[in-house]
C-alpha cells in the first residue's frame, strides 16, 4: 500500500487504519521528541503531496473489503497532514465510503486559517496537539517554522471549537525539565480552559526522540498534572496487546513498513500485526543481518529502527 499503514493499535483509537498524506518528513515543526526523527523539509506551504486519487481509490478498495476488522480510519502523516490542500476533500469521501468513524491528527499549527478549519469539519474526531503555551517553551520544544507563532495555534484551537461540532481530543506530551515545570502547567491550564476539548490527554516520551535529550516523565509525574489540569484530562498508557485467535503469518514487508513510520520494539510488533514472538525473533534477525534492520536500546527498551541508508526503501513498502 503506498498510502495506508495498518491496521495498528492505537493508544487513543483502537484498532486504526492510517492515512498518509505525505512523504517523511514534511513538517511545519521539527519537534525534539517526534520518533519519525528530524524534520527534513520544514514548511507552512500548502499542497497537493500526495495524489488525493490515488489516497481516495486505495480507501476504498481497502474499506470495501475489510472495513469490518478496524475501529477508525486516521488521516495523518510522516508530518503534518493539514500541508496537503486537499485533506478536506479526503476527509468528505472517507466519510462517504467509511462506515467507521474518520479522525484527524494534527499538531495545530495551521488552524489559524479558516480553510483548514473548514477541511476538518466532517471528522468525527480531531486529535490537535498543544504542547506548550509560553513562545519559548514552545520554539524549543516545538521549533516550528519561523511565521508560526503560538499565539496564532491558540486562536486556531479555540476558533475550531467554536466551529467544530464533533469531539475534540487534544493531546500534550511532556518532556522532562521543558515543559513540566509548574508555570508552564498553570500557562496550559489557563489555555485549555479556553480552549474546552472534549479530552485532553497527556503524553510523554516512549519512543527514541530526534534528539537525545528530549526526556520522559515518570508516571507519577503525570499523574500529579493531570490531577492538576482536572477532570477531562487523562494519562496515555501503552496499548495493550489485541489476542486475536491464532497468530499470522509473518510479514517482512509489513513489518519494514511499520519500522518506516516509527520505531518498535518486538512486543509492539507482535502486538500490532498478531505474530507469534518467536516468528518476529527469528525474522528481525534475518532482517538485521540482511542490514535492513537495526536495534536501538532507548529507556532500557530495544527498538528496532530501520537504518538511514533504507530509510526510503522501507517507506516505499507501504
Known amino acids: 500500500m503506498a ?22 518528513k514534511i513538517c511545519t515543526f521539527d519537534c525534539i521528541y517526534c520518533e519519525i526523527g528530524r524534520t527534513t523539509l520544514r514548511t507552512a506551504r500548502r499542497k497537493e503531496y500526495v495524489p488525493t486519487s490515488g489516497v481516495l481509490k486505495e480507501a476504498e478498495n481497502y474499506l470495501q473489503s475489510k472495513a469490518a476488522k478496524i475501529d477508525y480510519v486516521t488521516v495523518t502523516a510522516s508530518g503534518e497532514p493539514t500541508l496537503h490542500s486537499k485533506i478536506g476533500d479526503i476527509v468528505s469521501r472517507l466519510k462517504d465510503v467509511s462506515p467507521k468513524p474518520v479522525a484527524v491528527i494534527t499538531n495545530s499549527s495551521l488552524l489559524h486559517l479558516p480553510e483548514v478549519r473548514q477541511a476538518l469539519l466532517k471528522a468525527d474526531v480531531v486529535l490537535p496537539s498543544l504542547d506548550a503555551v509560553r513562545p519559548e517553551t514552545f520554539r524549543r520544544i516545538n521549533r516550528p517554522i519561523r511565521s508560526i507563532r503560538i499565539e496564532q495555534i491558540i486562536s486556531g484551537l479555540k476558533d475550531l471549537r467554536q466551529e467544530y461540532t464533533g469531539q475534540l481530543w487534544l493531546e500534550i506530551l511532556f ?18 480552559q479556553a480552549i474546552q476539548p472534549d479530552r485532553i490527554q497527556l503524553n510523554t516520551v516512549d519512543r527514541p526522540p530526534a534528539e537525545d535529550y528530549a526526556a520522559p516523565l515518570s508516571s507519577a509525574r503525570l499523574e500529579t498534572i493531570r490531577e492538576v489540569l482536572g477532570e477531562r484530562a487523562e494519562v496515555i498508557v501503552d496499548f495493550k496487546r489485541r489476542i486475536q485467535q491464532g497468530f499470522r503469518p509473518v510479514v517482512e514487508s509489513e513489518i519494514l513498513a511499520m519500522l518506516a513510520r516509527r520505531p518498535c520494539t518486538a512486543e509492539d510488533i507482535c502486538g500490532l500485526l498478531n505474530v507469534s514472538p518467536d516468528d518476529i525473533s527469528a525474522v528481525m534477525e534475518s532482517l538485521i543481518k540482511k542490514h535492513r534492520a537495526q536495534c536501538k536500546t532507548y529507556d532500557r527498551r530495544n527498538f528496532y529502527i530501520i537504518p538511514e541508508l533504507n530509510l526510503d526503501l522501507g517507506r516505499k513498502r507501504l
Open 3 to 24: 498510502f495506508l499503514f495498518g491496521p495498528v493499535s492505537s493508544r487513543r483509537l483502537g484498532l486504526s487504519l492510517g492515512v498518509d498524506l505525505l512523504p517523511p
Open 175 to 192: 518532556v522532562q525539565g521543558i515543559n513540566d515545570r509548574p508555570e508552564e502547567v498553570e500557562e496550559l491550564q489557563k489555555a485549555l
